[in-house]
């Protein structure tokens, strides 16, 4: 029989509300800058400078506050007021100190789901961001480890489940995004459960795998204590 030990959850967007709050930080941000061109076009560059600043800066709302701050520079060819640069500041600090609210269905799939496996938290993002959204959560004593990694591949699935877990094979990695979540997790071996969420950021879309075996679509968390359940009575 498949013998399943180890579960992976991701945090933002599986657990608590994240891509909803930057969705209105852009808009808080396309507001301030109306008066200096097309929206969209705006836009457009925002999410370019955000991605161009992965690799310097990370996930985060802090990398986000900057690349706000290096596209309105851009977009007002450096004389952007600094009542403009005050605004983007205070909403970067807001979206770091705002309350975490753990989605429904998440305490109870938490619960059952450590009883029966070693149950981490693997995530991107700034360390002490992450830390702290955890602690507001007042989800931490369900974990027994938490990974706050610069990136998800698969070398990250193998390294995490291994030190935590029997390897890979025999784990359950369980998240929101396709490109981060699922995809890297299948090539390192796991099992993947994709929990939707309703809005994705453009840098985390990716294309659904066909027909493996090792992959399921939930339409929520609380499906997967059941689901992983499953697992441990079908053959290998």
């Given at each position: 029989?498949?013998?399943?030990?180890?579960?992976?959850?991701?945090?933002?967007?599986?657990?608590?509300?994240?891509?909803?709050?930057?969705r209105l930080s852009h808009a808080r941000f396309l507001d301030l800058l109306s008066?200096?061109?097309?929206?969209?076009?705006?836009?457009?560059?925002?999410?370019?400078?955000?991605?161009?600043?992965?690799?310097?800066y990370g996930y985060g709302a802090k990398g986000f506050t900057l690349s706000m701050?290096?596209?309105?520079?851009?977009?007002?060819?450096?004389?952007?007021?600094?009542?403009?640069?005050?605004?983007?500041?205070?909403?970067?600090?807001?979206?770091?100190?705002?309350?975490?609210?753990?989605?429904?269905?998440?305490?109870?799939?938490?619960?059952?789901?450590?009883?029966?496996?070693?149950?981490?938290?693997?995530?991107?993002?700034?360390?002490?961001?992450?830390?702290?959204?955890?602690?507001?959560?007042?989800?931490?004593?369900?974990?027994?480890?938490?990974?706050?990694?610069?990136?998800?591949?698969?070398?990250?699935?193998?390294?995490?489940?291994?030190?935590?877990?029997?390897?890979?094979?025999?784990?359950?990695?369980?998240?929101?995004?396709?490109?981060?979540?699922?995809?890297?997790?299948?090539?390192?071996?796991?099992?993947?459960?994709?929990?939707?969420?309703?809005?994705?950021?453009?840098?985390?879309?990716?294309?659904?795998?066909?027909?493996?075996?090792?992959?399921?679509?939930?339409?929520?968390?609380?499906?997967?204590?059941?689901?992983?359940?499953?697992?441990?009575?079908?053959?290998?």
């Amino acid at each position: 029989m498949t013998t399943i030990t180890t579960v992976g959850v991701d945090a933002d967007d599986t657990l608590w509300h994240c891509e909803s709050k930057f969705r209105l930080s852009h808009a808080r941000f396309l507001d301030l800058l109306s008066d200096h061109g097309d929206p969209e076009k705006i836009e457009s560059q925002l999410l370019a400078c955000e991605k161009r600043n992965l690799r310097v800066y990370g996930y985060g709302a802090k990398g986000f506050t900057l690349s706000m701050i290096e596209t309105a520079l851009e977009v007002t060819d450096g004389a952007v007021d600094t009542r403009v640069i005050r605004e983007i500041l205070a909403v970067g600090r807001e979206m770091l100190t705002e309350p975490i609210e753990p989605l429904s269905g998440v305490d109870k799939a938490l619960a059952e789901l450590s009883e029966r496996y070693r149950l981490i938290l693997i995530t991107k993002g700034d360390l002490l961001h992450q830390e702290q959204k955890l602690a507001s959560s007042g989800l931490g004593d369900y974990f027994v480890a938490v990974e706050i990694v610069s990136e998800k591949d698969a070398g990250t699935y193998r390294r995490v489940f291994e030190r935590y877990g029997t390897g890979a094979e025999q784990a359950v990695m369980a998240g929101n995004s396709m490109k981060s979540d699922i995809l890297p997790a299948l090539e390192a071996g796991c099992w993947s459960a994709l929990i939707p969420y309703p809005l994705v950021w453009a840098h985390e879309a990716a294309e659904a795998p066909v027909g493996h075996e090792r992959y399921v679509e939930l339409s929520s968390i609380s499906e997967l204590p059941g689901w992983v359940d499953s697992l441990t009575q079908r053959p290998k």
